[in-house]
């Protein structure tokens, strides 16, 4: 008898303790959808804040290089895994600059996926490559779907959306100019056929073998034709004269990575970028939008052609490793942590901001002669937040609107819809986060549901051969009310940046 009332009572307890896990848990779920929709209505507050008569006269955005179809697939879905081909454990060491046979592709592929790390790669063999979209057509004809792809068209999509006048240099078949607005005027003659791109992708949480991916990204795999020649270079520069653009976008140049050109082609064509931008206007702002990379001569290349004559730079957490590992160190960073610490990340941007800025300073004495520039905003997007570095007293304004702008398109583009619903939207973001990792220079900031974007001053010393500079800077840093179940991520760079740029002229 005495052993069944302990029995009885050990029941109670257990459901009682279960009764209280569950009450605990929705208390939780409820206290985080609140703090969500107090977010969002925050954003949203700011980003109405921006009120422009653009009905007279549109801002004007100009962008160069390229287009493409792109070709979305489940990578899961697509890539059959095999432990014969594929270790349990991948390291950098399975990462190749291209992909020259399945073996390469599946481990790649592997490698970044459980790093939950966008990834572009080029399969020069355009057999092979024909091969995989022949397969992809036939046996998942029902799963596929097509889109315009290329960095250009996309972000001058996102511009046309927010009331921009949009100049695109690309070169395009019919069938893919009817995917363009009309509002949109095309640099470029027409062709017979684009080139395509294979975008694998893949949701957080997906298993692929034994790895399991920590977030939503994609795996690009091209085997372009036109776009690493920049081929749509020369039909820009004859409309952009007369344009007379506020903003000038360069895109599309990672078409240009590990590319097999004849000797000196690749630097000429860059030499024309260079020769394009310089003969702007001083009063258009240069914007140059990084991707992926891994040859490291082409990013030597965009370090003295490109980045010493643009006024902005825009990049997702791995490019901006990459970038810091090739100015600090003359190496390439492969994927990088795919939730990185706001602390980290400001510091990594603070970095290429002091290099940037301490080559500019350096040469002052022939800025006028070369038409350098000095890099003045840093857009830095991430599943978790965007921050945004700008100049005080530049050409870019409305830092804290911008970022809020980019936080709200990241959630609306891979959620796929306008209207966002508290309880489509997860916070990765921490409720408070460092400055730096320095712990001299750091503060730590607490985010405000209700002023959901915080925004401080900093000065920079820039170091010189001659003397110290001291730059004023403001920084932004937005949470994303990150898409619980993506539905698009291929594109989601462009649109973010676009939007936050979009905001700031």
Known sequence: MALLKYMSLITTCSVFAALISIVWQAFLSLKQLNKVT????????????????????????????????????????????????????????????????????????????????????????????????????????????????????????????????????????????????????????????????????????????????????????????????????????????????????????????????EVGIREERLLKVNKQINELSPNTQIHFEMASYVEIELLQQLRKYILPYVDSLGMNEQELENLVQVMEHGRTSFASDSNPRVGATLDHMRSVFSILAKDYYQNASSVIKTKRRMVTRIHLHTLAFQAMLTVKDSAWKNSKIGAAKASLVAHRYVCQTQMINPESATLIMDDSFSTSLDPLKAQRILLDPQNAVPCWSETLRIETSTAPRDVEIEICVAPVLVCRVAKKTAGAGDNISAAGLSQQL
């Not at 599946?106 to 970044?112: D, K, P, S, V």
């Not at 100049?167 to 363009?180: E, Q, T, V």
């Not at 007379?244 to 240009?256: H, N, R």
């Open 38 to 261: 107090q977010i969002l209505t925050s954003l949203l507050a700011i980003e109405s804040q921006l009120k422009r008569p653009w009905d007279a006269k549109p801002p004007k955005v100009a962008l160069g290089y390229g287009a493409c179809s792109d070709l979305v697939i489940s990578g899961t879905a697509f890539l059959n895994y095999s432990s014969a081909i594929v270790p349990d454990e991948l390291g950098p060491e399975f990462t190749v600059d291209e992909i020259n046979d399945e073996a390469e592709l599946l481990q790649t592929f592997g490698y970044y996926f459980q790093n939950g790390a966008a990834a572009e790669r080029s399969m020069p063999n355009p057999y092979l490559f024909r091969k995989l979209i022949q397969i992809a057509k036939k046996q998942h004809r029902d799963s596929i779907q097509w889109f315009i792809g290329g960095n250009a068209p996309l972000m001058g999509i996102r511009f046309d959306k927010e009331g921009w006048n949009v100049l695109l240099g690309a070169r395009m078949s019919h069938k893919l100019r009817r995917l363009i607005p009309n509002s949109i005027k095309i640099a470029g003659d027409q062709i017979e056929e684009d080139d395509i791109h294979m975008i694998l992708e893949y949701k957080a949480g997906e298993t692929w073998g034994p790895f399991t991916a920590p977030r939503a990204n994609r795996y690009i795999l091209h085997n372009d034709q036109n776009n690493p020649h920049l081929n749509s270079l020369e039909h820009l520069q004859k409309s952009v004269k007369d344009y007379q653009p506020d903003l000038f976008v360069i895109s599309g140049i990672q078409m240009m990575d590990s590319y097999k050109f």
